[in-house]
């Protein structure tokens, strides 16, 4: 069995550098979205990075976990583990709603991109600088500016295949949904991969064990 994992907004393989995985992993890269793609579009494409012909599990980390759903659509992965996530439009918070209803999306993006480091860290609430440094250091604007419109218009209903969805407690970006296959972590900020990896980590293993 394979997993494979999808990092989140703007970061790479290295968000998952602390978690181990029970199982081969494969990181799923980023892709150049089309003009004007939607996300159901763009995580069909991802799948092309799937091995289909054996059992697989998708690990989906804040957007890509949104991916990672949206990619259910197409292939049937043996699980679905969010991290820090949404499984549909109803778990995206109202604010990012509004803003996308004002299309404010250009500037939020930006935003992101020019916020000072210490904000960014209570922001998205983690105590290691490098995974902050990392993300804002490489980010590709377009790319972000693509994908904050995805989140703020996200209009999935559709569930993931046998979800699991682990959130942060205090997680300040998509704030944690209390739910029968929901996980949440003591004093977990939004990129608790970092600094909660042990919980996450035997969380996943015990999902995954018997596969």
């Not at 804040?62 to 292939?75: D, P, R």
């Not at 949404?86 to 709603?97: C, G, L, Y």
């Not at 803003?99 to 105590?127: C, D, H, N």
């Amino acid at each position: 069995m394979k997993i494979y994992a999808i990092s989140g907004l703007g970061a790479d393989e290295r968000a998952f550098q602390f978690i181990q995985f029970p199982h081969e992993v494969v990181h799923v890269n980023w892709i150049t979205p089309t003009k004007n793609e939607s996300m159901t579009d763009y995580a069909r494409r991802l799948c092309d990075q799937i091995d289909t012909s054996e059992p697989f599990a998708l690990v989906g980390l804040s957007f890509g976990g949104m991916l990672a759903t949206e990619m259910c659509k197409f292939i049937n992965p043996t699980h679905t583990i969010l991290l820090s996530s949404a499984e549909t439009k109803d778990e995206v918070p109202w604010w990012f709603k509004l803003i996308g209803k004002m299309k404010l999306t250009r500037l939020v993006s930006s935003g992101f991109v020019e916020v000072p480091r210490p904000v960014a860290k209570w922001f998205f609430g983690t105590k290691d600088p490098e995974v902050i440094d990392y993300i804002l250091d490489d980010v590709d604007e377009e790319f972000v500016e693509w994908a904050v419109k995805q989140i703020m218009n996200w209009d999935n209903m559709s569930p993931a295949h046998n979800v699991i969805k682990i959130y942060g407690e205090d997680d300040r970006v998509l704030p944690a949904k209390e739910g029968l296959d929901t996980v949440i972590i003591e004093d977990g900020g939004h990129f608790m991969v970092a600094d909660k990896a042990d919980q996450i980590s035997a969380i996943i293993t015990e999902k995954l064990k018997n596969d």
